[in-house]
Nanobody
Framework: QVQLVESGGGLVEAGGSLRLSCAAS????????MAWFRQAPGKEREFVARITASGFRTYYAGSVKGRFTISRDNGKNTVYLQMNSLKPEDTAVYYCAADPNAGADISKTSQYRYWGQGTQVTVSS
């Protein structure tokens, strides 16, 4: 069982930055691929970024590539999402997710077994 707790959300002006954190419980964190998703009001949850268990490989949605950076600290059981040059369309609840099976469908919510409760990010124009 893995429990995930996100933090770091808030209100920021367009062009600003935020760093989200996701603290994970359990002894398997260092062998688990992690990802961030987001869900805006009235929209489906969408993939944002993913990082392999080792941290050597990262993947991004086209809409955030070049602006967001996913990273992890396996010693602290934490994954991060650094968000720069934020836009109003980045406004959403951001969720941390864990994929213990390291599956191939990395952008699909069904690939992830564990989810956090979410943290709100609001970008004002």
């Amino acid at each position: 069982q893995v429990q995930l707790v996100e933090s770091g959300g808030g209100l920021v002006e367009a062009g600003g930055s935020l760093r989200l954190s996701c603290a994970a419980s359990g002894r398997t964190f260092s062998s688990t691929a992690m990802a961030w998703f987001r869900q805006a009001p009235g929209k489906e949850r969408e993939f944002v970024a993913r990082i392999t268990a080792s941290g050597f490989r990262t993947y991004y949605a086209g809409s955030v590539k070049g602006r967001f950076t996913i990273s992890r600290d396996n010693g602290k059981n934490t994954v991060y999402l650094q968000m720069n040059s934020l836009k109003p369309e980045d406004t959403a609840v951001y969720y941390c997710a864990a994929d213990p099976n390291a599956g191939a469908d990395i952008s699909k919510t069904s690939q992830y077994r564990y989810w956090g409760q979410g943290t709100q990010v609001t970008v004002s124009s």
